[in-house]
């Protein structure tokens, strides 16, 4: 479970003036529902059966995260980096992903993608 | 022992900005484990013994701050200005260390293995041998 809570999220997100860093940290499993997290820093955090349904992660840093599990249905992801990021069992369904470049293996793994009409 | 938990420390840099203010700090021994840390002022801190493995610090201003025993495994240094820090026996392996200034920082028994110096400042190191 993660390291801090989503109250205490909420209130230092809601105090940043600009990109949240959140790199390598634990939130998994949380609740992050519809947040802001745009352009947040979270190379390497620990994302596994996170919650991010709804949420905005647009521009968001994504590489090396740990989305096993995790939810970004509907999420808002456009512009988001995903280098490296695991994406077993992390369901894609109806999120906005302009911008956003996947590795076959990423896609292959991940739930909910569209067909890349390209393959 | 840090003045400050991890948990402290992750809280304060979710909204700290771009140049967290950690200037002489006590972080010793501390998990910092790839956190970011990216344009940090950590001038003088104490991070002795503590974990930043995977840490990103790129940018970072590490002048005089004491890195004895730290570990910086596959950490990114790129950029950072480490002048007179005190790198004793750190662990460097993998470690980013692209265009770092290392001028006149103690890096005696600190372990380089397959670290990135390329364009790295070390000539004036104290005990570097490449």
Request: with cysteine.
């Amino acid at each position: 479970m993660g390291e801090i809570t989503k109250k205490e999220l909420v209130l230092a997100v809601l105090a940043s003036r600009s990109a949240p860093r959140l790199a390598g940290v634990d939130l998994s499993g949380m609740n992050l529902r519809a947040l802001s997290l745009a352009s947040a820093d979270l190379r390497g955090a620990d994302l596994r059966s996170a919650d991010l349904t709804h949420t905005d992660l647009r521009s968001a840093r994504l590489d090396n995260a740990q989305l096993i599990g995790a939810s970004l249905r509907f999420s808002h992801l456009d512009n988001a980096s995903f280098n490296g990021a695991i994406t077993d069992g992390c369901d894609f369904s109806k999120a906005r992903i302009n911008g956003v470049s996947l590795s076959e293996t990423q896609r292959e793994r991940a739930l909910g993608l569209p067909v890349d009409p390209a393959s | 022992m840090a003045e400050l938990t991890r948990k402290d420390l992750v809280l304060a840099l979710i909204s700290a900005g771009e140049h967290p203010r950690l200037r002489r700090v006590d972080l010793s021994g501390l998990d910092m484990r790839g956190l970011s840390l990216d344009g940090a002022d950590l001038t003088g801190a104490n991070l002795q013994g503590s974990n930043l493995t995977n840490a990103h610090l790129s940018g970072a201003i590490l002048q005089s701050a004491d890195l004895r025993g730290c570990i910086l495994e596959a950490a990114d240094l790129t950029g950072a200005n480490l002048e007179g820090a005190q790198l004793n026996g750190a662990v460097l392996v993998q470690t980013i260390c692209r265009n770092a200034d290392f001028s006149e920082s103690d890096v005696s028994d600190a372990n380089w293995k397959d670290a990135d110096l390329e364009g790295a400042h070390l000539e004036k190191a104290i005990g570097f041998k490449g």
